[in-house]
């Protein structure tokens, strides 16, 4: 059974920082890449960080130069480390890990999410 285990959110003040790590266990198929979203209140939820099995990496836009996304493969875990935290990043953050086992074998996972709370 595939698990993924956000953990690291919490309440930081502007400015702050935090790493959020993402778990993954019981991946029984090639992972192409894994992802962090976030969703606000009222807001939709959106892509803000990916890296795929080759490594590469992409973010939006209100995050560039400020969050960064990593990997340990040995440990199965990914991490968001953001930085230079605004209020407006306040929301549930969750991971994402698309794979595949075959042609017609796709897989796609998230985790229960977990809140970051940033105040002015």
């Known amino acids: 059974q595939v698990q993924l285990v956000e953990s690291g959110g919490g309440l930081v003040q502007a400015g702050g920082s935090l790493r959020l790590s993402c778990a993954a266990s019981?991946?029984?198929?090639?992972?192409?890449?894994v992802g962090w979203h976030r969703q606000a209140p009222g807001k939709q939820r959106e892509l803000v960080a990916a890296?795929?099995?080759?490594?590469?990496?992409s973010y939006a836009d209100s995050v560039k130069g400020r969050f960064t996304i990593s990997r340990d493969n040995a440990k199965n875990t990914v991490y968001l480390q953001m930085n230079s935290l605004k209020p407006e990043d306040t929301a549930v953050y969750f991971c994402r890990v698309q794979g595949e086992a075959g042609p017609k074998q796709i897989y796609e996972y998230w985790g229960q999410g977990t809140q970051v709370t940033v105040s002015s």
């Open positions: 890296i795929t099995s080759s490594g590469s990496t």
């Open positions: 019981g991946i029984m198929f090639t992972i192409n890449a």
